[in-house]
T-cell receptor, first 112, second 111 residues
Framework: DTEVTQTPKHLVMGMTNKKSLKCEQH?????MYWYKQKAKKPPELMFV???????INESVPSRFSPECPNSSLLNLHLHALQPEDSALYLC???????????FGQGTRLTVV | GQQVMQIPQYQHVQEGEDFTTYCNSS?????IQWYKQRPGGHPVFLIQ?????EVKKQKRLTFQFGEAKKNSSLHITATQTTDVGTYFC???????????FGSGTRLLVRP
């Protein structure tokens, strides 16, 4: 299994809602990532987990809260988002830090 | 901070023509990776280069890592409509284990 699975594929949420994005991989990868991608822009790193511990937080606002319940799962909890947070949110994993990254298909988020 | 720029930003070619995108880093890179993202899709890993001056080929794609390890290129010979997408280079961020993506080159191929 060489897939990274993200759910949901699409999400529309209001600015007062709380929602969660989910990511799962069964490749035994020890590094997992959240990226944000705006239209016609490169993916922008948000968080890095290594061995289930948060390694890097790229100064992301606290309305985004990551969680790594186990080595296969990565969540991104969303609360009180702004319309400018609308984007494609990509999860990725790699065998180790800086290795070949496998990306999920992403969650297209719209904040209204 | 570290910057990874790609040129051109956008290229429209006739099917059968060659295509090249260039990646330039403001700092020396320990390695560089290339990804392809189809329209509406997600980035897909193509290759990783590690050694100075390294050249790798995948069918019609040729990847090169500069001698100074600050630049890289991807060349596609005889483009096909299936080559359409955005090509990103990506390298380690300075002083930390994070993958920084270049600005990307969007390729369109006229059939």
């Amino acid at each position: 299994d060489t897939e990274v699975t993200q759910t949901p594929k699409h999400l529309v949420m209001g600015m007062t809602n709380k929602k969660s994005l989910k990511c799962e991989q069964h490749m035994g990868h020890r590094a997992m990532y959240w990226y944000k991608q705006k239209a016609k822009k490169p993916p922008e790193l948000m968080f890095v987990y290594s061995y289930e511990k948060l390694s890097i937080n790229e100064s992301v606002p606290s309305r985004f809260s990551p969680e790594c319940p186990n080595s296969s799962l990565l969540n991104l909890h969303l609360h009180a988002l702004q319309p400018e947070d609308s984007a494609l949110y990509l999860c990725a994993s790699s065998q180790d830090l800086l290795g070949e990254a496998f990306f999920g298909q992403g969650t297209r988020l719209t904040v209204v | 901070g570290q910057q990874v720029m790609q040129i051109p930003q956008y290229q429209h070619v006739q099917e059968g023509e060659d295509f090249t995108t260039y990646c330039n880093s403001s700092t020396t890179l320990s390695n560089i990776q290339w990804y392809k993202q189809r329209p509406g899709g997600h980035p897909v890993f193509l290759i990783q280069l590690v050694k100075s001056g390294e050249v790798k080929k995948q069918k019609r794609l040729t990847f090169q890592f500069g001698e100074a390890k600050k630049n890289s290129s991807l060349h596609i010979t005889a483009t096909q409509t299936t080559d359409v997408g955005t090509y990103f280079c990506a390298g380690p961020g300075d002083s930390s284990y994070k993958l920084i993506f270049g600005s990307g080159t969007r390729l369109l191929v006229r059939p």
